[in-house]
T-cell receptor, first 115, second 113 residues
Framework: NAGVTQTPKFQVLKTGQSMTLQCAQD?????MYWYRQDPGMGLRLIYY???????DKGEVPNGYNVSRLNKREFSLRLESAAPSQTSVYFC??????????????FGSGTQLSVL | GESVGLHLPTLSVQEGDNSIINCAYS??????FIWYKQESGKGPQFIID?????DKRQGQRVTVLLNKTVKHLSLQIAATQPGDSAVYFC????????????FGAGTRLAVHP
């Protein structure tokens, strides 16, 4: 099992460019998430998808859009990148329900720099 | 402990010693707490979790203690090894309609031989 797979691992953009971060999980999880991590700060939730077909805003959604393509895949799009979006982005997924549903499984991250 | 800003608090320990990493949480209604370990260049990995109806939970070489009176959480690592060097995050689950974890800023653990 690969778990949660993110692509790309690194990306450099110019201000105003667009790009899509891809995420896929093979654990049959219903819920998927996108977080950003900035130096010296904890992970902050950008968007999440509780189940296929639904998406909701997290703490810091401005400047981002998401698509839950199917149960496995959840993408994050930056339509017009800004230097403030320089960060490390993590995708995560969680179990369908029950006692294990709080535990998040993370991908290895995408390091994005916006110049 | 918790910190905001650019500089993470660092705990330096000798190999073989026990480590205690502390975390203060803010919401007395939080009902679930979790510790993650993040090694350089990797995503966070689950270590151990605890629900608010418990005071203590033990795993392999790790123990989490929860003090709801003072809203304090700690992670104890026994016989710390070089491979334990990482940033450790605590997270609390606020009472809300979805699985929403609020993460602390993290503490860096440096293990010296």
């Amino acid at each position: 099992n690969a778990g949660v797979t993110q692509t790309p691992k690194f990306q450099v953009l110019k201000t105003g460019q667009s790009m899509t971060l891809q995420c896929a999980q093979d654990m049959n999880h219903n819920s998927m998430y996108w977080y950003r991590q900035d130096p010296g700060m904890g992970l902050r939730l950008i968007y999440y998808s509780a189940s296929e077909g639904t998406t909701d805003k997290g703490e810091v959604p401005n400047g981002y859009n998401v698509s839950r393509l199917n149960k496995r895949e959840f993408s994050l799009r930056l339509e017009s990148a800004a230097p403030s979006q320089t960060s490390v982005y993590f995708c995560a997924s969680s179990h369908p329900s029950g006692q294990e549903s709080e535990k998040l499984f993370f991908g290895s991250g995408t390091q994005l720099s916006v110049l | 402990g918790e910190s905001v800003g650019l500089h993470l608090p660092t705990l330096s320990v000798q190999e073989g010693d026990n480590s205690i990493i502390n975390c203060a949480y803010s919401n007395s209604a939080s009902d679930y707490f979790i510790w993650y370990k993040q090694e350089s260049g990797k995503g966070p990995q689950f270590i151990i979790d605890i629900r608010s109806n418990m005071d203590k939970r033990q795993g392999q070489r790790v123990t989490v203690l929860l003090n709801k009176t003072v809203k304090h959480l700690s992670l104890q690592i026994a016989a710390t090894q070089p491979g334990d060097s990482a940033v450790y995050f605590c997270a609390e689950k606020r009472m809300s309609g979805y699985n929403k974890l609020i993460f602390g800023a993290g503490t860096r653990l440096a293990v010296h031989p």
